[in-house]
């Protein structure tokens, strides 16, 4: 099985478990069965096979968002038969093998007219939480791509859907359809509108088996078989389901073991409100909390701009530091320059102050050596005189005593 495992929080971290939720196990089937015609309307040309159909034509201000009225109304009898004319299943495989949510949400979108592929749908606009950290319910766990990927539940399906209408500023949506009988659901179908539910693959029984606490503090459960399909039609005379299995194509199922499946799963529903046609602008539903996980192109986006801003913050922090550097060495110089000066001039002072005592002790030594001879002999001669006279007195007194 390729792709990486999931890791999980709490129990999970100890169920080793290769699941996968609409994976390979079934094989392909041609779009054409014995079920009713798979031929595209051009455009959204629908036809609906019912023994009452009831639509509303209302002209709404145009200052008012788009909205629909999906209420049954309780005076209404859900006809005997009633099928949706022309819709088409995208097969999942081979680029999405765990992607049935979002190729159920895209062949949906395709039959009421709008151009988009199962794989933009998925790397643009579902969100994703590769490392099982959340539920089904905020964010598709893996990666629909690889055979290991588990899948999303109706709140991470209608993300989904807005987001991609918001993205063509239209005003359709999507409506969570959960907790209603799936016979009630049928009313949709008379109305025309496909309903994208959550059973098994090949409608096996079994039970989410596998529960665990999430890193979000939230309880995740999952069925190794879970899948999600299109419901376009149904016979309650022939008790049959008409369904775009992402897995097999149109194709028929059994409505009593397709409603227990069904209601196995929790009663999982979401279905969309308007097509391609319906004029107006996107407006964002202000009661629904969108999760705060991105889908894939939306994160590589945020890790290329966080990888660009870590790098121009790198280069920034390097140039600073070349700067720092730079400056620290034009510091570490100039006091270099600055010690050198110093030790020059201090050089220069001592030498000029030998020169000065040189030149003057020369100079004293010249003056000394140009003083006139006569001037000691003079000394000498007045020296000798005062001697003699010194001699004469001290004789002359010897002689008088």
Known sequence: MTGRLLKFAAASAAVLICLTSCGEKVSLMGADSSGPSSDRAANNGTEILTTSVHIEDET?????????????????KIAKRSVIRNFE????????????????????????????????????????????????????????????????????????????????????????????DLQKLFYQIEEGRPVIAWVTIDLVELAPEHRWTTLDGEEMWFSGM?????????????????????????????????????????????????????????????????????????????????????????????????EEARKAEEEAKKAEEEARAAEEEAARAAEEEARRAEEESAKAAEEAATEPPATTARVTSTKTRTTSVKTSSKNATTTSR
């Open 60 to 76: 709404e201000e145009e200052t008012e968002a788009f909205s629909v009225d999906v209420a049954k109304p309780r005076d209404h």
């Open 226 to 322: 879970q899948h999600c399909v299109t419901i376009y039609g149904y016979d309650l005379d022939k008790k049959i389901v008409y369904v775009a299995d992402p897995l097999k194509g149109n194709t028929e199922y059994d409505l009593e073991r397709f409603e227990r499946m069904f209601d196995l799963l929790g009663k999982k529903a979401i279905i969309i409100c308007g097509d391609a046609e319906t004029e107006g602008s996107y407006d964002p539903n202000k009661d629904y909390k969108k999760s705060k996980y991105l889908s894939r192109n939306a994160q590589e986006a945020k890790k290329a701009e966080e990888e660009e801003a870590a790098r121009k913050q790198a280069e920034e922090e390097a140039k600073k530091a070349e």
């Open 89 to 180: 299943t995208v097969l999942q495989n081979p680029e999405l093998p765990t992607g049935c949510e979002v190729t159920s949400l895209c062949q949906t979108l395709n039959y009421l007219g709008f151009d988009i592929d199962k794989v933009t749908l998925a790397d643009e606009f579902m969100p994703m939480d590769m490392d099982g950290s959340t539920t089904m319910d905020h964010a598709y766990i893996g990666d629909p791509k690889l055979n290991d990927g588990f899948g999303c539940f109706p709140p991470a399906l209608i993300q989904t859907a807005d987001s991609y209408f918001e993205s063509i500023d239209s005003p359709c949506y999507a409506e969570n359809m959960s907790d209603i």
